[in-house]
């Protein structure tokens, strides 16, 4: 099984940017398919953004035109660039593969990583 490992995350203000890494254990070539995910204080873990090996791309609403998710298979990393960011983007951020990364559907993962903190202040 594959691992992945979230980093990056940070404190900032509302407006500012921000670029996530989800660091993979082999190359991404082997992996068809990487989402990010988070999970807000008292909500749902939510599917944000999704990415194939066929460079398809795929966005949530809550994060489209402002998120943008692509690979550096150089690296074995994922990232998430995100911009324009509100308060309600706080939420510990999660990346994930497999059938859950294809379905946004969070009861399909078999595990979770530690995520990565991401906080905006107002």
């Known amino acids: 099984q594959v691992q992945l490992v ?3 995350g940070d404190l900032v203000q ?3 940017s921000l670029r996530l890494s989800c ?3 082999r190359s991404l070539d082997t992996i068809s398919t990487i989402s990010w995910f988070r999970q807000a204080p ?4 939510e599917w944000i953004a999704k990415s194939t090996s066929g460079g398809s791309t795929y966005y949530a609403d809550s994060v489209k035109g402002r998120f943008t998710i692509y690979r550096d298979n150089a690296k ?3 990232f998430l660039q995100m911009t324009t960011l509100r308060p309600e983007d706080t939420a510990v951020y999660y990346c994930n593969h497999g059938i859950v990364a294809m379905t946004g559907d969070s009861r399909d993962a078999s595990w979770w990583g530690q995520g990565t903190q991401v906080t905006v202040s107002s």
């Open 6 to 8: 979230e980093s990056g």
């Open 14 to 16: 509302a407006g500012g």
């Open 23 to 25: 660091t993979a254990s």
């Open 42 to 45: 008292g909500r749902q873990r």
């Open 76 to 78: 074995n990393t994922v």
